[in-house]
């Protein structure tokens, strides 16, 4: 049978791959997102504002997913802006459980969290039961997001799957990613810029394409037993310094070292590489892109 998906957020970075690659699959999309017009060509979309609740009545409770990738990502603005970030992010996703308990909606939420929601350990592959911190309000705001799902499955049944994103990187549709480590050495580079470190490149990083992460997520929630799990999503692992390498070549600019900020040091996570063993043990599935392939096309 037709599934049915909505993806809220579809114009984002991830939203609009999430949809592209959905309707690749064979499911029946609706989008939407806070913007007036859809980022690219799609079937059905609508604008809507996931912080008011009265908004959630355009969706369609006789969904098999619901993909809430809506968000606000950032590191030290989120000390200025946190009403926005707790509006969006926290707020947003109660809003959604809200709408959903009272509607009767049996669909899965799909929710996308972090990296940044580990205590980073230096030569440590994470696994999901690995200690968490928040050291920004995002990172809060994502901690606080999973455990509400958590809640919201135990006293109401609303089932959901969690995938945790460390780097993305890779866009088929233009140059644009929301942030992040791939967008802000491509940025640079494709300016003629040298790329700039901080410190001495040596935090490991897991990197993954956006083809790898939307169609493990896409092959993850077709298995029933996926359900009200929290899953990492693997990739290639390479150190700031070793992926900043690879662009700056393609891109004939250097690599330069700059002294980390104070706030930015404190803010900064040590190494988050991912172990994805309970992904692909269990469902065979896992990223094999690499940066070189993507970058060279080897
Ligand atoms: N990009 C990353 O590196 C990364 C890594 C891990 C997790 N995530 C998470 O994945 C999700 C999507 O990230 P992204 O990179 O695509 O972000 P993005 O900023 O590109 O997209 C977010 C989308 O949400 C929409 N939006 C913002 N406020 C809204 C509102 N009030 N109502 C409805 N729509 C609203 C925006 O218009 C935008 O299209 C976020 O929750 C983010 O935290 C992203």
Redesign the pocket.
Known sequence: MLKKAII??S?????KHLSFYLEHAGFSNQNF???NQPARKVGSYQP????IPGEFEKLDPQVDFIFL?????GTSNGFENYKDFVS?NEI?LLNLLTWMRKTDCRARIVY???RLVYKGRKNHALKEDDAREAKTIYAANKLAAENMLWMYQNAFGIDYTVFR?C??YGNIFDEAY???TLGFFLDKARKGEDITLFGDGSIRRTFTHVEDICSIMIETIQLEATKNEIYNIGGENLSLLEAANKVAKKFEVDVQFVEWPDLASKLESDDTVFDDTKLWSFTGITSSRTLDEWLYGQ
């Open positions: 809220i957020g114009n984002g970075y991830l939203g997102d806070i913007q809507m504002d996931i912080t990738f809506a968000g606000l990502t969006i947003g996308p969290s972090t994103i780097v993305p929301s942030y992040g």
